[in-house]
């Protein structure tokens, strides 16, 4: 029984406190291990930052909170709070970062490109040639308005003047036919053709002896020979 309560009494001792082993830290302290870091070495982290990390040193220097010296080492110059660039400065250094535009130059009047004029002139055709079918049939003024669409898309056709100048004659408008002519020949002088229209547009405004001259004219060329008839009947009215 004596040995059975020493052996009572030593397993009461070893069931009760812990006792203390020596560490190497010296401090009593669990030793630690590499999935258990020292207590102390986890409040130290927790209570400081290291400078030395880089997502620190970048979250303070967004907060403002880098040194100085820090900015002098990456290569930022730092100009003093109290002085401030004058206007004139500032102008400078807005000139010499920006490029300097030129002024646009006035171009000359755009002209139609080849294949936009190309078009224009086959329209300007098909209509003339339209016009000039209903002109055929006695169709004046449906001759006249595709005559007028053509020149706008082509207003150097002299020959478009002339058959335009024919249909206002035949209408009993010769003023209109006179203009007509007249620009005909400003475009095409001497055209034969039209110094017969502008003969034509003369006769129906009673100006015989201006029309006269004109056909004789027409006659020198050779190509008119209905500019004979023409020139019979003005001498006729002026002996009247």
Known sequence: RQKDRKRQERLEQEGGEPKVMATPNGDGSPPSSPGNPPQGQCGEEEDSLDLSSTFVSLALRKVGDWPP?????????????????????????????SPIEESPRQSPKAEASPGLLAVALQQSQELATLGTSFAQNGFYHKAVVLFTQALKLNPRDYRLFGNRSFCHERLGQPMRALADAQVALTLRPGWPRGLFRLGK????????????????????????????????????????
């Open 69 to 97: 010296s820090a900015r002098r080492e990456k290569g930022l110059s730092q100009e003093p709070r109290g002085k401030s660039r004058s206007p004139q400065e500032k102008m400078g250094q807005e000139e010499a970062s």
């Open 201 to 240: 547009a003369l006769m129906g405004l009673q100006r015989f002896e201006e029309a006269a001259a004109v056909f004789q004219e027409t006659l020198r060329g050779g190509s008119q020979p209905d500019a004979a008839r023409e020139l019979h009947s003005c001498l006729l009215h002026l002996a009247l």
